[in-house]
């Protein structure tokens, strides 16, 4: 995996943890340019949208997190909970 793109994936991490989604998302973005092949790049888009109460774009993220890892544990928990809720 490129080394700048996991670098801005651990940062998007980062602005999670640290409750800035908008920032998350801008970075995500920027990884999304390098690397658009990345399951853990559209969970972390689910989380940032999930938590800003953007339905629409979290479940369309882990849908795309589940479409390239159709394993993504979190990522089908994530979805299930926002289809049910």
């Known amino acids: ?3 700048d793109f996991q670098d801005l994936l651990e940062l998007s991490e980062f ?3 640290s409750q800035k989604y908008e920032e998350a998302i801008k970075i995500l973005k920027k990884a999304q ?9 559209y969970y972390n ?6 938590a800003l109460n ?3 774009k979290a479940i ?5 997190a589940l479409s390239l890892d159709p ?3 979190s990522a089908q928990e994530h979805l ?3 289809i049910k809720g």
Do not use: C, H, T, V
Request: proline residues 3%; without cysteine; positive net charge.
């Open 45 to 50: 888009f689910g989380i940032a949208y999930e």
């Open 15 to 17: 602005y999670i943890l």
């Open 71 to 73: 394993d993504f544990q």
């Open 60 to 64: 369309n993220s882990f849908r795309q």
């Open 54 to 56: 953007d339905r629409d």
């Open 80 to 82: 299930n909970k926002l």
């Open 1 to 3: 995996m490129n080394n």
């Open 33 to 41: 340019k390098i690397n658009n092949r990345e399951p853990k790049l």
